[in-house]
Each structure stands twice: as structure tokens, then as C-alpha cells.
Nanobody
Framework: QVQLVESGGGLVQPGGSLRLSCAAS????????MSWYRQAPGKERELVAA????????NYADSVKGRFTISRDNAKNTVYLQMNSLKPEDTAVYYC???????WGQGTQVTVSS
């Protein structure tokens, strides 16, 4: 069955960095675009970044441009989100999304606080 398993979240100080990973299984990973979303308390889930199947094209929310980088390793069936210069407003649960039916992972908590 399809599984998307996120990891790499945690508590980090403002200005710090984290790298999230999403390991996929159960579908032909390289054939599908993958995305990262986030949901902060009391807010709607929002798209953070997306990458095409071959990794040749990416797009980002304006709020993270220049700070976050999405990438993928199709040999490892994994998509990454490198997050630099983190701000308190980046605090949220981060979700991986993709596959033939736009599956969701379980989410990983990112907290940016001093």
C-alpha cells in the first residue's frame, strides 16, 4: 500500500535550519510531483513547495522563497525540504503529499522558538 513517512521535524531557534524528509513507497515515485504543505494552529493547510517528478522544476510559497529548498532523490524514493533562516511563523505541522491519488503523510511538527 502507499505510504508517505515524514521525519526531521523538531524544535529549533529562530534563524536555525532543519531538513525534513519524506520516504515514499507503494507507487512509482519518479512519475509523480511531490509537495510539502504545512498547517499552523487555527490556520488552513497551505502549500509550501512542490517539485516535478524528475526534479527539474520547483515552486514555492512567497513566504518561504529564498529560505526553503525542495529536492528529491528518486533512487531513494525520498523528497526533502531544506529549511533555513527559520522564523517563528514557520511553526506548523509539515505534511508530504503526492502520488497518483495525492496521498498524505502523517505530518511532522516543526517549532521555531527561542
Amino acid at each position: 500500500q502507499v505510504q508517505l513517512v515524514e521525519s526531521g521535524g523538531g524544535l529549533v531557534q529562530p534563524g536555525g535550519s532543519l531538513r525534513l524528509s519524506c520516504a515514499a513507497s507503494g507507487f512509482t515515485f519518479s512519475s509523480y510531483a511531490m509537495s510539502w504543505y504545512r498547517q499552523a494552529p487555527g490556520k488552513e493547510r497551505e502549500l509550501v513547495a512542490a517539485i516535478t517528478g524528475a526534479g527539474g522544476s520547483t515552486n514555492y510559497a512567497d513566504s518561504v522563497k529564498g529560505r526553503f529548498t525542495i529536492s528529491r532523490d528518486n533512487a531513494k524514493n525520498t523528497v526533502y525540504l531544506q529549511m533555513n533562516s527559520l522564523k517563528p511563523e514557520d511553526t506548523a505541522v509539515y505534511y508530504c503529499n503526492g502520488g497518483p491519488r495525492y496521498y498524505w503523510g502523517q505530518g511532522t511538527q516543526v517549532t521555531v522558538s527561542s
